[in-house]
T-cell receptor, first 114, second 113 residues
């Protein structure tokens, strides 16, 4: 069966510090991978998605970036965190074909920027 | 613009009451529709989905949703809620043939025992 991991589970970082959140998927090949940010009362905001190694689509211009160095690994990064980057970050995956399928979500990372 | 609207942000019901959560979308094309649920302390998970065919779809735990194309709606219903249905519910849209999913802002449901 497929599983999705995210770490760390929680993170407290000072403003201006770098960020690296990792997501890995097990039990499948060629998944589409997604990063969302969930903020109270604002639902899930799609940040990035990737349909293959090295292929990143950005949905929201901001100081975050994403990378996909391996087929089942998706990394969310920042060089300098802002207060507004605080939130709950979710990674998700779907099977390889475009759309029309369920998204499977990870447990999330709670990021607090102070 | 592509968007999903969930008009009820917080809903409080007593056990055995009926539930209907509204979801309206704006999208210029054929869509796939989803309801996801996030129980306290758990991962976001699929409740039900609509791709094509019968516009009334049934999901887990007695939930159902009806796709009304003319109203751009996909409302979630349950005839009799339980305390264990306390959760946050999200409606989502995916443009057919695309990789993007658009989520609504969510509805927090609290069921009183």
């Amino acid at each position: 069966s497929q599983t999705i991991h995210q770490w760390p589970a929680t993170l407290v970082q000072p403003v201006g510090s770098p960020l690296s959140l990792e997501c890995t998927v097990e039990g499948t090949s060629n998944p589409n991978l997604y990063w969302y940010r969930q903020a109270a009362g604002r639902g899930l905001q799609l940040l990035f998605y990737s349909v293959g190694i090295g292929q990143i689509s950005s949905e929201v211009p901001q100081n975050l970036s994403a990378s996909r160095p391996q087929d089942r690994q998706f990394i969310l990064s920042s060089k300098k965190l802002l207060l507004s980057d605080s939130g709950f970050y979710l990674c998700a995956w779907t099977p390889g074909l475009a759309g029309a399928d369920t998204q499977y979500f990870g447990p999330g990372t709670r990021l607090t920027v102070l | 613009a592509q968007s999903v609207s969930q008009h009820n942000h917080h809903v409080i019901l007593s056990e055995a009451a009926s539930l209907e959560l509204g979801c309206n979308y704006s999208y210029g094309g054929t869509v796939n529709l989803f309801w996801y649920v996030q129980y306290p302390g758990q991962h976001l998970q699929l409740l039900l989905k609509y791709f094509s065919g019968d516009p009334l779809v049934k999901g887990i735990k007695g939930f159902e949703a009806e796709f009304i194309k003319s109203k751009f709606s996909f409302n979630l219903r349950k005839p009799s809620v339980q305390w264990s249905d306390t959760a946050e519910y999200f409606c989502a849209v995916n443009g057919r043939g695309t990789y993007k999913y658009i989520f609504g802002t969510g509805t927090r449901l609290k069921v009183l025992a």
